[in-house]
């Protein structure tokens, strides 16, 4: 991300998954005192994966309400990856333009993949107010999976 007039950068970085692994998972991310902008979206994994399709849409709003609604959400980038499986490397899913998060906004972001094994996230049982990982400028809110090969459909938390 890029914070304010795009002169300091921040990463917020969760731990990993439960090894829970989906077509799709959409998550809500929240800017809490200034602007930012999501430059980037990078995944690992913990076996080997792919290659496969990822896709990255975002909406203006929270995902909740809105999750099989495609007339709510913008694709933003696609690509062909595999994910690395070396602890502390990322692989870049490709966005074809940044995504704005105006101070106060909350906006979802679903990632999508051909493969039932593209996707794993992690739950976090111990999230206060639906919230799975935060900084002082960025807040991560838990989502909801896809359990279809076509995005948008199947949605469940």
Request: some cysteine; proline content about 6%.
């Amino acid at each position: 991300t890029r914070g304010g007039g795009g002169t300091s950068g921040l990463s917020l970085t969760t731990p990993k998954h439960d090894h829970l692994s989906y077509y799709g998972f959409m998550w809500d991310v929240r800017a809490v005192r200034r602007n930012l902008v999501i430059t980037g979206i990078r995944m690992a994994c913990t076996s080997p994966k792919g290659p496969f399709q990822y896709r990255v849409y975002v909406s203006n709003e929270p995902h909740s309400g809105i999750s099989e609604r495609v007339d709510h959400w913008v694709l933003v980038g696609e690509g062909s990856l595999a994910l690395p499986c070396v602890v502390g490397t990322f692989a870049h899913v490709p966005l074809n333009r940044e995504i704005p998060v105006l101070a106060g906004q909350s906006r979802g972001v679903y990632v999508h993949s051909d493969n039932a094994e593209g996707i794993a996230y992690r739950y976090n049982v111990d999230m206060q107010d639906g919230v799975t990982d935060r900084d002082a400028d960025l807040e991560i809110h838990s989502g909801i999976a896809s359990f279809s090969q076509q995005p948008f459909e199947d949605m469940y938390p």
